[in-house]
T-cell receptor, first 114, second 115 residues
């Protein structure tokens, strides 16, 4: 079945890099996503990667995908206190349907220490 | 910036009561979703809605649940007879285009507490 796992907590110092990891079980996943949830707010899409890519970079964010190991990571360079939030990994499939539902991981709480 | 809005932000209800959670998706969006997150657990897909009908639903979305888009702007989730285990944060989401790359915009959530 579909399952997405993440570590629950990560603490880093301001200015350091953060790496949040995710593993998934369904190798047919087409797209993998990173969402951010700040306290009291909804989930905000940060970035996504198509399954035929190994890496995607977007400003301070770098997504690495190891499809063989079914491992996805999100690296945040120069982490700021404003990056403190819960980060969710999610997967989806392109099967031509209208839905493209997301399967989410448990979320990783990133705490950035000043 | 356009946003998905949800009401109420928090609702407390007695077991067995009916609850309606309301959502106003982004105005030109066509695909609508409900997800929920039980405290400490994963965000789970409940249902998707497109072209005025349910396009997919999960095992969680049983006969106690229903969705409606009554007036072209609101998108509601009704729980007919709430159970304790329905206590969760319910997220509405909408998307402008089909396919997995269209960005899914989430609301801030409605917290439902069933006593």
């Amino acid at each position: 079945g579909e399952d997405v796992e993440q570590s629950l907590f990560l603490s880093v110092r301001e200015g350091d890099s953060s790496v949040i990891n995710c593993t998934y079980t369904d190798s047919s996943s087409t797209y993998l996503y990173w969402y951010k949830q700040e306290p009291g707010a909804g989930l905000q899409l940060l970035t996504y990667i198509f399954s035929n890519m190994d890496m995607k970079q977007d400003q301070r964010l770098t997504v690495l995908l190891n499809k063989k190991d079914k491992h996805l990571s999100l690296r945040i360079a120069d982490t700021q206190t404003g990056d403190s939030a819960i980060y969710f990994c999610a997967e989806s499939w392109d099967y031509g349907g209208a839905t493209n539902k997301l399967i989410f991981g448990t979320g990783t709480l990133l705490a950035v220490q000043p | 910036e356009p946003e998905v809005t949800q009401t109420p932000s928090h609702q407390v209800t007695q077991m067995g009561q009916e609850v309606i959670l309301r959502c106003v998706p982004i105005s030109n969006h066509l695909y609508f979703y409900w997800y929920r997150q039980i405290l400490g657990q994963k965000v789970e897909f409940l249902v998707s809605f497109y072209n005025n009908e349910i396009s997919e639903k999960s095992e969680i979305f049983d006969d106690q649940f229903s969705v409606e888009r009554p007036d072209g702007s609101n998108f509601t989730l009704k729980i007919r007879s709430t159970k304790l285990e329905d206590s969760a944060m319910y997220f509405c989401a909408s998307k402008g285009s089909g396919g997995p790359t269209g960005e899914l915009f989430f609301g801030e959530g409605s917290r439902l507490t069933v006593l």
